[in-house]
Structure formats: structure tokens, C-alpha cells
């Protein structure tokens, strides 16, 4: 059985740092993409970025690129992201995802067969 469980969010002023984490169980780490999702109220569920393991290029959403990395610990069946400069429209749920198929844009929500509980990110001004 599929799990992913994210932990590592939490409260924090604009400007400063958190790191989320991903741990994957149930299946071959490196067989499936994965990536982090974020959904603020009333809004969408949109891509924040993506990864396939082991080793591939992270891809990002415009609105994170410089200010977010995503990386992977294989030995951990881990992924990470890595938030900085956070800023108060970065408030949102944060979901880890992971799908069988590499098929269509990392950004599809829809192309997603897993999904972690989600954790909360807020930041304040």
C-alpha cells in the first residue's frame, strides 16, 4: 500500500525558511514521479514542483523558482522542499503526490494517483 506522509510545516514570519518533507512507503521509490502541490482557500490545488528518482531535474512553478528547491534522499525514500524567502501568498496547504504513469505535465492534478494528508504552511507579514 502506497503512502506518503509530509511533515515540516508550520508558522513562520515573511522572509524566513521551512523545510516539508515526503516519506514514501509501499512501493520502488524511484519508479514513480513525485512532486508538491499547494491549495489556499478558495483557490485551486496548483503544482509547486516535481521531480522523477533518482537523480532527475527538479521542474518549479514561475511563482517558487529562485526561492524553492525540491531534492530527494533515495536511501530515505524521501523528498524535500526546501522553502525560502517565504512570502505571505505561499500560505497554503502543502501536499506531497506521486503517480504510476509519467504521462502528461507534472502540473496535471489529475494525472496524480497518491497523496499525503497535507501540511499546513502559513506566513505572516
Known amino acids: 500500500q502506497v503512502q506518503l506522509v509530509e511533515s515540516g510545516g508550520g508558522s513562520v514570519q515573511a522572509g524566513g525558511s521551512l523545510r516539508l518533507s515526503c516519506a514514501a512507503s509501499?512501493?520502488?521509490?524511484?519508479?514513480?514521479?513525485m512532486a508538491w502541490f499547494r491549495q489556499a482557500p478558495g483557490k485551486e490545488r496548483e503544482g509547486v514542483a516535481s521531480l522523477f528518482p533518482p537523480g532527475g531535474s527538479a521542474s518549479y512553478a514561475d511563482s517558487v523558482k529562485g526561492r524553492f528547491t525540491m531534492s530527494e534522499d533515495n536511501a530515505k525514500n524521501t523528498v524535500y522542499l526546501q522553502m525560502n524567502s517565504l512570502k505571505p501568498e505561499d500560505t497554503a496547504i502543502y501536499y506531497c503526490?506521486?503517480?504510476?504513469?509519467?504521462?502528461?505535465?507534472?502540473?496535471?492534478?489529475?494525472?496524480?494517483?497518491?497523496w499525503g494528508q497535507g501540511t499546513q504552511v502559513t506566513v505572516s507579514s
Open positions: 503526490a506521486a503517480r504510476d504513469r509519467n504521462v502528461g505535465s507534472w502540473r496535471a492534478v489529475e494525472t496524480y494517483n497518491y
Open positions: 509501499g512501493y520502488t521509490f524511484i519508479s514513480k514521479r
